[in-house]
């Protein structure tokens, strides 16, 4: 290997992490601007909610369309397209005047994302073609795309205090561009193959998620008996049922449900959903309560964040050389414990708790989410042939956003739910009518558009001392039960994940569970010595180690 080509792979890689780091870090980045966005957009937690679930629903919706497109048109010039339209919403998204504006931004970003991440890991299995290069490459990619999920809060807190909410936006804006000039230079062109693109499957998918989402973040300002909402749900149970039989009809499907079949594969699918769906609720959570009723400033909420950052640099790595020497099992499942103890442990703390006291738990939920990235990426990687590469990689990112859209729009309605009945009943002994319980109720968001503080205000007007401490006792209540309910998902994953893969088979060469359907003719990968079944089953095998049931 010459030196030229050593360092265009260290480029690539390079510019694979960069793009996959500002892609994850637009997930959480954003949460430590939402109070001071409600306050310059005038919007209370459901709007709060949609600017968050803007991003996530259509990169969920998407991804697996945007990995079938890399295939059919080059998963390059995708992935340098949706660069550029990540970019591009970015910059759309720091301009924006309204919440309606700046939702649509965030769709925005999140197709680009969703065309720029299916072809992340598959481009990386092209580039590096010898096995340990290969392995460290992914686990480098895995541990940074964990990375910035983690430095968003750290990284949003000081911007926003310092530079205005806008800033979280335009940060993306260079780092896009750099990367899009990177990307012509360096990634390879990979020759398109011939795939039919599931558009029956994508507007099932796109419209059902779309609906039950509504349907949950709706559901507690409108009622759950409310029409539309119901009607909604339903629809959206219907649609995504007919997606689901959709896929299991088609012999080139968007999403290869026979991947859940194997025991290794589905949990480690199971766990990427499950730390999404716990800690995506809890990072859009935890700035509102730290801002609003502990009356931190946004750089305070950011730099509480450090300690988990930490815990995730460390973990990153150790979770790579635990699951090469062990396997993925012992790494996930004990990430998934910890992740639970965290995450419940927050519901032993109310509003006059001191960061000291709950440090413990940011440490474990760090460590938990580090130790889960990388194995989750290896496990599915090194069980699928190289012609899934890319819809096995899209599965993973799909599942994880999903993860993360269901965390906040589920324990989104448990804390909603829950503050609004606390709310309710501490109103009623302080005598205020119960019409003005439903306005009151979003003051939460509201307290928190000034500076932050225990008194700030909402934009009409404060609120009485005592309407003020009931509103904030609401909220700890609903937060106490959303992270309770996350962290239960979380410990009852970590139970059926430790069951699925103790019985998983051992991997055979090529990837035993993506060659049980029959692939159409012309659906094979270019001929490439590195993409070969049994060289890419040896890599992925010799980076993970062999995998232990």
Known sequence: MDGSSARRRRLALLTLCVTMFMSMLDNVIVNNALPRIGQDLDTGISGLQWIAEGYSLVYAALVLTGGALGDRYGRTRVFRLGLALFTAGSALAALAGTIGVLVGARMLQGVGAALLTPGSLALLRHVFTDERERAGAIATWSGVSALGLSVGPVVGGPMVEHLGWASVFWINVPIGAAGLLLAVRVLPDIPPRPRRIDLGGLALSATGLALLVYALVE???????????????????????????????????????????????????????????????????????????????????????????????????????????????????????????????????????????????????????????????????????????????????????????????????????????????????????????????????????????????????????????????????????????????????????????????????????????????????PADPAESPASAGSAEAHGAGAHRA
Request: hydrophobic letters at 50%; proline letters at 8%; a neutral charge.
């Open 219 to 525: 559901g507690p300002s409108r009622g759950w008996t409310d029409d539309r909402v119901l009607g909604c749900g339903a629809v959206s149970v219907v649609l995504l049922s007919a997606f689901l039989v959709l896929e299991l009809r088609l012999a080139e499907p968007m999403l290869e449900l026979r991947l859940f079949r194997d025991g290794a594969l589905g949990g480690a699918l199971l766990s990427g959903f499950t730390v999404s769906f716990g800690m995506f609720g809890a990072l859009f959570f935890l700035p509102l309560m730290m801002q609003g009723t502990l009356g931190w400033s946004p750089a305070a909420a950011g730099y509480a964040g450090l300690p988990m950052t930490a815990m995730l640099v460390v973990a990153a790595p150790l979770s790579g050389r635990l699951t090469a020497r062990y396997g993925p099992r012992p790494p996930l499942v004990l990430g998934l414990a910890l992740c639970a103890a965290g995450l419940g442990g927050l519901a032993l703390y109310g509003d006059h708790a001191r960061y000291p006291q709950y440090l413990w738990t940011l440490f474990a939920m760090g460590l938990g989410m580090g130790l889960t990235f990388t194995p989750v990426s290896i496990a599915v990687m090194m069980r699928v042939s190289p012609a899934q590469a890319g819809m096995a990689s899209a599965t993973v990112n799909t599942l994880r956003e999903l993860g993360g859209v269901l965390g906040i729009a589920v324990l989104g309605a448990v804390l909603t739910n829950r503050l609004t009945d606390s709310l309710t009943a501490a109103l009623h002994r302080l005598g205020v009518p119960p019409e003005a319980v439903g306005p009151i109720a979003d003051a939460p968001a509201g307290a928190l558009h000034g500076a932050g503080g225990p008194g700030a205000a909402a934009p009409s007007a404060p609120l009485p001392g005592p309407v003020r401490d009931a509103v904030d006792g609401a909220f700890i209540d609903g937060i106490h039960l959303a992270v309770l309910c996350g962290a239960a998902a979380l410990a009852v994953t970590a139970v059926l994940v430790a069951v699925l893969l103790g019985r998983a088979r051992p991997v055979v060469p090529g990837g035993a569970v993506a060659a049980r359907r029959p692939q159409p003719a012309d659906s094979a990968e």
